[in-house]
């Protein structure tokens, strides 16, 4: 039962532009992720927000943003899309922050192709 | 740092074949947690199994792995492999104060008739 919600499913631009992602999750969970699964299936944590702060952001480069309303909502902004920027943006949830054993629950991903 | 190692990109199986994929690990931390997740394709990826305890089996939809601290290894295996386990496998590791997981490179099994 799917309770991680991306939308859209593809997105298709070219360079230069700017695109959107949201995120919405319906567990009560705290945690919130963005991650990014590359061509060859790579997939490195992007963001991370706890009950709307963000608290993890690894080296991405400046033209992502990420965006939090409240706990159950998470986007993903990019400004001035670059090719490299082509892949599958996969928005995850997890009970809460700091737990080892935490299980990740993904929504289905954002396939992003920039031509 | 933390590193997950998946040798196989890519494995494939003839039906009704055991299956294993190899995952090894380094960390530092003595509370490591180690995840099998699977992404069937146009579906979200989702947990498996997962195991912190040295030497026990650990059991979920005919899948099994075994946490072995010893060798730093958390393969999963499977007596029988099915078409419908044809998917992208992926191994991770979370330790310590940092609940950052971890990913290997991830194992593409294909299972063929």
Redesign the interface.
């Known amino acids: 039962e ?1 309770a ?1 919600f991306q939308t859209p499913n593809y997105h298709v631009t070219q360079v230069g532009n700017e695109v959107s992602f949201n995120c919405k999750q319906t567990l009560g969970h705290d945690t919130m992720y963005w991650y990014k699964q590359d061509s ?6 992007m963001f ?1 927000y706890n009950n709307k702060q963000l608290i ?1 952001n690894e080296t991405v480069p400046r033209r992502f943003s990420p965006q939090s309303s409240d706990k159950a909502h998470l986007n993903l902004r990019i400004k001035s899309v670059e090719p490299e920027d082509s892949a599958v943006y ?1 928005c995850a949830s997890s009970t809460d ?13 954002t396939r992003l192709s920039v031509l | 740092g933390d590193s997950v190692t998946q040798k196989e990109g890519l494995v494939t199986l003839t039906e009704g074949l055991p299956v294993m994929l190899n995952c090894t690990y380094q960390t530092i931390y003595s509370n490591a947690f180690l995840f099998w997740y699977v992404h069937y394709l146009n579906e979200s990826p989702r947990l498996l199994l997962k195991s912190s305890t040295d030497n026990k089996r650990t059991e979920h939809q005919g899948f099994h792995a075994t946490l072995h601290k010893s060798s730093s290894s958390f393969h999963l295996q499977k007596s029988s492999a099915q078409l419908s386990d044809s998917a992208l496998y992926y191994c991770a590791l979370s330790g310590g104060s940092n609940y950052k997981l971890t990913f290997g490179k991830g194992t593409l099994l294909t299972v063929t008739p």
């Open positions: 799917t991680v060859k299936k790579l997939l490195k944590i991370s993890v996969l922050w700091g737990g080892v054993q935490n299980t990740l629950y993904f929504g289905a991903g």
